[in-house]
């Protein structure tokens, strides 16, 4: 089990910067991957950024050079810093923790989402 706290969001302007942050509730060197998603109204929820249990990192690719993922594991807590805001970064941002079973299963845990907004 996994308890995910996040904090950060708000409202800003475009251009603007935000970092989220997510705390979790047990050591993250034990969790095998942390990722940022984010929903827009009417849209499906996507991927943001992912970082494995190293320093390994990914990101959808509109938030390339613009996002940044990283992890404290002392603090057991993932930062995602958001620079150059768009108003298309406008989403609630959910935190996700994978922990990984037997062959095939996973199991995924949710926080509770902070809301962005970008707006002028």
């Known amino acids: 089990q996994v308890q995910l706290v996040e904090s950060g969001g708000g409202s800003v302007q475009p251009g603007g910067s935000l970092r989220l942050s997510c705390a979790a509730s047990?050591?993250?060197?034990?969790?095998?991957?942390m990722g940022w998603y984010r929903q827009a109204p009417g849209k499906q929820r996507e991927l943001v950024a992912g970082?494995?249990?190293?320093?390994?990192?990914n990101y959808t690719d509109s938030v390339k050079g613009r996002f940044t993922i990283s992890r404290n594991n002392v603090k057991n807590t993932v930062y995602l810093q958001m620079n150059s805001l768009k108003p298309e970064d406008t989403a609630v941002y959910y935190c996700?923790?994978?922990?990984?079973?037997?062959?095939?299963?996973?199991?995924?845990?949710w926080g509770q989402g902070t809301q962005v907004t970008v707006s002028s």
């Open positions: 996700n923790a994978v922990l990984l079973g037997g062959p095939g299963t996973r199991y995924d845990y």
């Open positions: 047990r050591s993250i060197f034990s969790i095998n991957y």
């Open positions: 970082i494995n249990s190293g320093i390994v990192t």
